[in-house]
């Protein structure tokens, strides 16, 4: 579960005031709006990554609001994949578990687990140089998963892919969701994404949170 409760966040001069929402356990959550209204800023509060000066965050009925990033139990997605050049893909799959101390044959299991789940198996010793851009996002998912978070946060995951690359990973996040039980919440400005993936659609509009009908037409993506 994500709850947010009359949240402020604080970046910069940007501040949003009194955001609330709820996506409850194990649904997909898409958040949409038009640029610079904020979205971004609300996910990496959710995450730890800016300020929270009121209000709270709830994930999984933990009081998260004043935990550090690693302590919040959530998968980050950025829109860039933020992939480190130095590293394999195995690498970037062990990344989190070598930091949270896993014992070596474990987390050799975990990240081949991931690698077949994602379809990525014959890319763990490729380096972020020789991989498309479909491939980028999938890695960045595993890397995401790979401590079994409880939440994932997706900033505008597929926004870079091309047509058939996005619905192929809208097939494999939505198999993700299903499989791993986690709760998602997807940033994206594409109506096709949220109308294939949502079981709860907000909308982020003049600083207020909207909740839209899953059955109504949505606007064409404004950039």
């Known amino acids: 579960m994500i709850q947010l409760k009359n949240l402020t966040v ?86 989190a578990l070598r930091v949270r101390g896993w014992e070596k044959t474990a987390l050799d299991t975990r990240v081949r687990e991931l690698a077949a789940l994602l379809g990525i198996t014959p890319l763990l010793q490729r380096y972020p140089h020789g991989l498309s851009g479909g491939e980028s996002q999938r890695v960045a998912l595993g890397r995401a998963l790979s401590f079994r978070p409880r939440v994932l946060c997706l900033d505008e995951p597929l926004s870079a892919l091309d047509h058939d690359t996005r619905l192929e990973l809208c097939d494999l996040l939505a198999t993700i969701r299903q499989e791993l039980s986690v709760t998602v919440l997807h940033i994206t400005h594409d109506p096709n994404e949220a109308t294939r993936l949502a079981q709860r659609l907000f909308r982020l509009d003049s600083g207020a949170i909207q909740i839209l009908p899953l059955d109504d037409e949505l606007p064409m993506a404004t950039p």
């Open 10 to 95: 604080q970046a910069g001069d940007f501040r949003l005031k009194n955001i609330s929402l709820t996506i409850p356990t194990g649904e997909y959550g898409i958040l949409m709006g038009k640029t610079g209204c904020g979205k971004t800023t609300l996910l990496e509060a959710i995450c730890g990554l800016k300020r929270v000066p009121t209000g709270s965050i709830i994930v999984n009925e933990q009081d998260v609001t004043a935990l550090k990033p690693a302590e919040r139990g959530i998968g980050f997605v950025p829109q860039d994949s933020a992939l480190f050049t130095t590293m394999t893909v195995y690498e970037h799959l062990a990344f």
